[in-house]
């Protein structure tokens, strides 16, 4: 079994674009509400994984707790505190256990290193849950 069993598609997932200003991130994140989004590029690459914490660093330490400087603020300028690896589509379920332990979310990419989703570590304990019976 691969990973695409697990996938949630890109069409299904909050990501933002490394284009984007620290406020449409926050933005993004807080409608979602999510505490973490993957991040792509123009041509649709994984480039990381961006935080609330990150966020948050960042706009104290560069744009002086002044949310007006973080609208011209652009996302690349934030230091990342992780660096949640991609798996390759063809990756095995085993592949995505240890990876789940540390990531809330796993991105997967495809040959071309272009984002096609993510596996997300619930899915993954369920999935080790029911084999545990």
């Given at each position: ?41 123009v041509n649709g690459r994984y480039v990381g ?28 300028k934030v230091p990342r505190s992780r660096n ?50």
């Amino acid at each position: 079994m691969n990973v695409l069993f697990f996938l949630t598609p890109k069409s299904e997932v909050a990501y933002v674009s490394n284009t984007n200003t620290v406020r449409q991130v926050l933005e993004k994140m807080e409608h979602h509400r999510y505490q973490s989004v993957p991040m792509i590029d123009v041509n649709g690459r994984y480039v990381g994984t961006i935080t609330e914490g990150d966020l948050l660093w960042a706009i104290k330490n560069e744009a002086n707790l002044n949310m007006k400087e973080a609208e011209s603020m652009p996302i690349t300028k934030v230091p990342r505190s992780r660096n949640n690896k991609a798996v390759n589509v063809n990756a095995e379920v085993e592949d995505l256990i240890q990876m789940a332990m540390n990531q809330n979310f796993i991105p997967i990419i495809d040959d071309s290193e272009i984002f096609i989703g993510i596996v997300k570590r619930s899915d993954v304990i369920h999935y080790c849950y029911k084999h545990m019976k």
